[in-house]
Structures are given as structure tokens and as C-alpha cells.
């Protein structure tokens, strides 16, 4: 294979570097490249029909060891019963269930069961275990994907051909994406998070805006960024039409990563961050477009209508609608152009999902909790990412902050962000959601979703209604 | 996968930008571990009211739509997530092409996948063809070009391989299965290098 650091000549971009170290056998006019994948993640939603297929053509997983499994998407976020019984929803989210514990048992997957200390939201775990590196190729059966990418990893959802594709020749057909740098320089201002950052590009390229690119966000702004910020940045990559979002890995990425279960150890982690260290993209090197962002200029964001790319800084007055489609948004938000969010009435907070559900996005939402209540006729749900940030924040006493303000403390799992689960919105109600998608129906059919920071969203907790948290600091 | 070679139908027009795959196929719906029968669940929220009766209004419902196999919808079709339920539905409801101005990467991946072929058009023939529910077209694979009545062709991009695939009715995994050998050489080559 190819050395990531080794020169070739052209100045190359990270992207460039791990998709040329990857490449098994070049595209040629008539077929794509055939690209290695280091990492597959699976869980229950998008993989039943890929080992089915598996099955009916009597194929084996070729790499288990490079496949880790576990359940998020249709798994309930209530405690286990009296009975030690977990409540599953319904009869299908429980044989799908089985249908991943019969999966990984017959084709050796390592699995992160319901009931488990490692269960959790998929891209949530993949970098709590470790397994997920700077360098790696990185896929799974979830747009979401591009999460990893924070670890300068390349890293995208795939639909579930492709998830049998990867079960059986770890690899992957592809065409090569056009790269997009996102330049963001300068400090962000208090009360200004990572999520209002990425709402605030998505706002500027629209949901379609990345469509055929893989972004590299880069300028001291991200690099400033924890990689629990990182994280969220790049998971709603896919929010403006881009598959991957990368961040070059650099000291901050190898202190997440030292000493991690499934990082390596002793002197293999030394030659791999001396290895990592050459991933980032040379000086010179170039994007097929930029975009450029002045960090002190942002504001903390929030949508308004019914796409991630309809966001506005949360002081500032909804747009009036251009045509059919923004018409369509605000008649089914109930809004009118021209009006002010702030103070508007919610009925739901959720705070979770992959990209705000880590433990400093529980932390900041704690801090608007301490000492408050939640708002008369408001719920409150918080949900953790994993089984072990559940635990972490339990030995922080968060826990005992969200119960004591009258939220609703969960277990791990993607619960009201794809509403799956049981826990959703009921028809025409208003919540405040640090997750991903607005969508309509996404938290609940007839919901509907202002996407926000946790920040914003405990504030809307404790105030039952659309609030700039700065002033409740 | 059934082949495509030349598909000759009306057209059902959903003039809606960014419909995104929650809209296509409800999460809710994705509890299956097969891909059947979604067809009855497409876009099931704009299809069906509370109790379940079909909205009228609903373009998918309209007498003139039945049989159709070429959806023209509105800029940026597909976004979202990548359940691949998205085409599945699609197809088991009867389509087997949709047109518009730009498809989402996860989509178009999935949909080339499944006998369903995402064709993207210049802005100026996607206003006549969002403007002309139930216009006749006809589609060929082969020569890549979509036809309407009066004649007007347009060429249209598709992936050389998957082309390939749609007008045999083969798939992708038998062409990377047949690629073991070096697959398995890459692997060793980056074993040595101790990577």
C-alpha cells in the first residue's frame, strides 16, 4: 500500500492522502476504483438484509475483526423492568433485535448488546473504544458516518448493498468525491458552540450545498475545537449534502485517543502517531472549492423550518419564504416570515443523538439546569450517548441535576433524533432537539423540530420557550 | 435486479425541493429485516391522514398517477439519511426513474443499486417537465437520453459501471468478489509495511 507520508510530488490533501492509501485498484473508464474499508460499523436498522444476502449467496464476513456492531436506533431508552426485562417497543424493533445478536453470533462480530456496559449510539462508541483512528476508512449503514471524520479519519454512510459489500470483500466500488475546504479563523465567542458553527455553515451552503464534495474543515477556529466538538462539526457534514467531513488529526486527536481500549499501545502507538502526523494536508495543496468563515461573526443558531440548511442566528427574524418549498416549511412550523423565534412556546426538549449526546454537551445543558426547573408543561428528555458517558455523568452528579429540574434521564440510544424508539413528538408539538434533522415527522409524525445547541436547549427547557441562553449565564 | 433498458411512461410530478428520505419512507417503517412491501408505506405522510385514508390531494393518489414509473421531482432529491428503504420503497411502488435537477451522493448510490435510475437534468427542462404532469416521456438507457413527445432529447450522466449493471440486471458484489486476488494482495502488501 501506498505510505501516507510519503512525498509524491503534488502537494495532496488529507482526503487525497488516506484515498490514495486505500486505493486495492484504480477506477479505469469503465469501473470505480475499488476502495479498502479499515473499519465497518453495523447496527440493527440498516444491516438485516446485508447478512440475509450474505446468506442466500452462502458468503462469509471476510474481516469480522474489522467489523464492530451494536444497537441504537430502534432500541428503547427506558430502564430495564422489575422483571430485568428490557422494553422493547414493539415485536418488530425486538426481532430485529435478534436478528443482530443472531447475525454477529454466526458470522463472529464483536457485538455491544443492549444491556451492555459498551452499548451505545454507534458513532458515539466508535470513538469511546478507540477503534476509530486517524488514517482509517471508515463506513457504516448511517449518514451520520461522517462523525468520525473529526479524527481525521474518512469516514461515510453507505446504504445496505454496500453494507454487504463490506461484510463480504471488505471493500468497496467508488467514484472519487470532489474536496470542499470549510476555513474557519478566529475565536468563537461565549455561548457560541461547535453545533452553532456547523449550523452556520450549513445555513450558508444549504442542504445541498456539499453534494459530490467530502469538506476538510480547517483554520484555527476548528483547531481549537475539543474533539467532542469536532465530533459534532463533522457528523452534520451530511446536512449539507456532503458525505464526509474531515479535521486533520493533530495533538488534540492523539490525547483523545492515548490509552484507549482499542488504540494501540506501547511503541505501536508511537509509530502510529508518527504515522498520523503526516496525514494532514500539505502546504500548497488544493480544494475544488472553499468557503470562508470569520468565527468571531457567528452566533448561536436555531432552525426554522423543515431542512437543517433553514437556520438563522437565534436573535435574528425568520426569513420570508421564497417559494413553494420555504412555504411549505413555515406553513407546516406554523411560522411566518419576518417574526422573531425568541419566545416562541415548546412542548419538548430533547437533548442527544450523535451529535450533541457526549459528555461536555451534558455538561454545558447541566449548567443551565443547576438550580432551575423545567418549565410548567415542558418535557425534558436527556439521553445519553453510551452506557459509559451514562455513567460518567452519573459519577459527575449530572444525572441528579437533570432529575432534581424535573427532566427525564434515559439510557443510551438514538431515541427522539429518528423517533424509532417510542420516544417522539406528538402531533403538532414544538421541541427544541440538539439533534440533526428538522425534517418534518423526524421526531414524530406532525412534530416539530427547532435544531439547536444543548446550550439553547436546556434554556428552552427551563423557560418552556425559544431563549438566547446567553442570558440565563 | 430487474434490467433497465427503455422505460416509456407518464411522468407524476412532486414539485417539492429537498425531499428527504424521512419523507420518502418514515423511519418508523424501517423495522423490517427484508426489503418488501414498503411501496405501500411511500411517502406515507403526504399519502395517507391520521386514520390512515388516502389525502386526495396527495399528487401519488390522483387517478392520472397510477402506472407511472417516472417521478419529476423538485432540486436536491433523496437528502438525508442512507436507508436504503429510500429506493426500495420506490421501486416497490413501481418507479423506476426519477428526475431532477441535482440527486443527493447516497441516494443516487443506493438507487443505482436497485433497478431505479436517478437522472439529473438542466433547470430548463426540469421547469417543462414540472410544468407538464402526465407528459409522456421515454427514457433509454442505453443511449442515455430522456425523450419527451415533441421530440426534445436530453443526454444524461450515468457511472459507466453502473450503467453496465441496470442493463444486465447484475450487481455490484459478484464484480469485487471476482477482485479477491488482490484484495488479498493489498492486505499483505500492508501487513508487511506494518500498517
Redesign the interface.
Known amino acids: 500500500?501506498a505510505?501516507a507520508n510519503k512525498p509524491v510530488g503534488k502537494p495532496r490533501t488529507l482526503f487525497e492522502k488516506i484515498w490514495d492509501?486505500h486505493i486495492?485498484?484504480p477506477a479505469t473508464?469503465?469501473?470505480?476504483a475499488?476502495l479498502?474499508v479499515d473499519l465497518q460499523l453495523i447496527h440493527e436498522?440498516?444491516s438485516?438484509?446485508a447478512f440475509?444476502?450474505l446468506r442466500e449467496?452462502g458468503?462469509e464476513v471476510?474481516r469480522p475483526e474489522r467489523t464492530v456492531a451494536t444497537m441504537d436506533?430502534?432500541t428503547p431508552t427506558t430502564p430495564r423492568g422489575s422483571d430485568g426485562r428490557i422494553p422493547v417497543l414493539?415485536n418488530?424493533?425486538a426481532?430485529?433485535i435478534a436478528?443482530l445478536e443472531t447475525n454477529c453470533r454466526d458470522f463472529g462480530i464483536e457485538l455491544h448488546a443492549l444491556g451492555s456496559e459498551g452499548q451505545g449510539i454507534v458513532h458515539v462508541i466508535g470513538p469511546e473504544l478507540g477503534v476509530t483512528q486517524p488514517g482509517m476508512t471508515i463506513v457504516c449503514?448511517?449518514?451520520h458516518?461522517s462523525t468520525h471524520g473529526a479524527f481525521g479519519a474518512l469516514a461515510?454512510?453507505?446504504?445496505?448493498?454496500?453494507v454487504?459489500?463490506v461484510l463480504?470483500?471488505?471493500?468497496?466500488?467508488q467514484?472519487k468525491?470532489r474536496t470542499l475546504a470549510i476555513t474557519i479563523e478566529g475565536t468563537l465567542h461565549p455561548g457560541v458552540t461547535a453545533k452553532d458553527v456547523i449550523l452556520a455553515v450549513i445555513a450558508r451552503l444549504g442542504?445541498?450545498g456539499g453534494?459530490?464534495h467530502v469538506i476538510e474543515y480547517r483554520g484555527s477556529a476548528i483547531r481549537s475545537l475539543s474533539m467532542e466538538e469536532r465530533m459534532t462539526v463533522c457528523n452534520m457534514s451530511?446536512e449539507a449534502?456532503a458525505?464526509a467531513g474531515m479535521i486533520a488529526p493533530d495533538d488534540t486527536t492523539f490525547e483523545y485517543l492515548a490509552g484507549r481500549p482499542r488504540a494501540p499501545q506501547g511503541a505501536e502507538w508511537e509509530?502510529a502517531v508518527a504515522?498520523w502526523r503526516g496525514l494532514p494536508s500539505d502546504a500548497g495543496a488544493t480544494y475544488d472549492r472553499e468557503e470562508r468563515f470569520d468565527a468571531a461573526a457567528l452566533e448561536p443558531m436555531i432552525t426554522y423550518g423543515t431542512?437543517p440548511?433553514m437556520g438563522i442566528p437565534i436573535r435574528a427574524a425568520v426569513p420570508m419564504p421564497d417559494?413553494?418549498?420555504t412555504e411549505?416549511a413555515l406553513k407546516y412550523m406554523g411560522l411566518t416570515g419576518n417574526q422573531s423565534l425568541l419566545g416562541h412556546p415548546i412542548d419538548v426538549v430533547f437533548i442527544g443523538s450523535c451529535t450533541n449526546s457526549r459528555i461536555s454537551d451534558l455538561r454545558q445543558a447541566a449548567s443551565i439546569f443547576k438550580g432551575r426547573k423545567v418549565a410548567a408543561g415542558v418535557r425534558a428528555l436527556i439521553v445519553p450517548g453510551s452506557q459509559r458517558i451514562k455513567k460518567q455523568a452519573e459519577a459527575e452528579g449530572l444525572d441528579k441535576i437533570f432529575r432534581d429540574a424535573g427532566a427525564d434521564w434515559r439510557e443510551a440510544g438514538c431515541s427522539m433524533c429518528?423517533?424509532?424508539n417510542g420516544d417522539q413528538l406528538k402531533?403538532g408539538q414544538y421541541a427544541v432537539s440538539t439533534s440533526n434533522?428538522n425534517?418534518?415527522?423526524?421526531q414524530g409524525?406532525?412534530g416539530r423540530t427547532f435544531l439547536a445547541s444543548p446550550l439553547t436547549a436546556a434554556a428552552a427547557a427551563v423557560t418552556g420557550k425559544i431563549t438566547d441562553a446567553r442570558e440565563l449565564t | 435486479m430487474e434490467p433497465i433498458k427503455t422505460l416509456v411512461s407518464r411522468t407524476v410530478v412532486l414539485?417539492?425541493?429537498?425531499v428527504?428520505t424521512?419523507?420518502i419512507i418514515?423511519?418508523?417503517f424501517?423495522?423490517?429485516?427484508?426489503?418488501n412491501g414498503l411501496g405501500e408505506k411511500l411517502f406515507s405522510?403526504w399519502r395517507y391522514d391520521?386514520q390512515g385514508n388516502r389525502k386526495t390531494d396527495f399528487v401519488l393518489n390522483r387517478p392520472e398517477s397510477q402506472g407511472a414509473q417516472v417521478l419529476i421531482a423538485?432540486?436536491?432529491f433523496g437528502?438525508?439519511?442512507?436507508?436504503?428503504h429510500a429506493?426500495w420503497a420506490l421501486v416497490d411502488y413501481g418507479f423506476r426513474a426519477v428526475v431532477s435537477t441535482?440527486i443527493?451522493?447516497?441516494f443516487r448510490?443506493?438507487a443505482l443499486?436497485?433497478g431505479l435510475l436517478p437522472i439529473v437534468v438542466e433547470s430548463a427542462l426540469h421547469r417543462r417537465l414540472l410544468a407538464d404532469p402526465g407528459a409522456s416521456v421515454t427514457v433509454s438507457l442505453e443511449d442515455q437520453t430522456l425523450r419527451l413527445a415533441d421530440g426534445t432529447t436530453a443526454r444524461f450522466a450515468v457511472?459507466?459501471?453502473a450503467r453496465?449493471c441496470l442493463l444486465n440486471g447484475v450487481?455490484?458484489?459478484a464484480?469485487?468478489?471476482a477482485?479477491?486476488a488482490?484484495?488479498a494482495a493489498?492486505?499483505k502488501?500492508?501487513q508487511e509495511?506494518?500498517?
Open positions: 500500500m505510505d492509501a486495492v485498484r473508464a469503465d469501473t470505480p475499488i479498502y436498522v440498516t438485516p438484509q440475509g444476502w449467496r458468503l471476510r436506533h430502534s414493539d418488530a424493533a426481532a430485529q436478528q449503514g448511517d449518514s458516518t461515510f454512510g453507505i446504504g445496505t448493498s454496500e454487504s459489500h463480504a470483500t471488505q471493500c468497496l466500488l467514484q468525491p442542504i445541498g453534494t459530490g451530511i449534502g458525505r509509530r504515522a431542512n440548511g417559494g413553494a418549498t411549505k429518528i423517533a424509532m402531533p434533522r425534517f418534518e415527522g423526524r409524525t406532525g | 414539485p417539492i425541493d429537498n428527504d424521512d419523507q418514515p423511519a418508523r424501517l423495522k423490517g429485516t427484508t426489503k405522510d391520521a423538485g432540486d436536491n437528502c438525508g439519511s442512507s436507508r436504503e429506493p441535482s443527493a451522493d447516497i448510490n443506493n443499486k436497485n457511472e459507466p459501471f453496465y450487481d455490484e458484489l464484480f469485487l468478489l477482485a479477491e488482490d484484495i493489498f492486505e502488501s500492508r509495511t506494518g500498517r
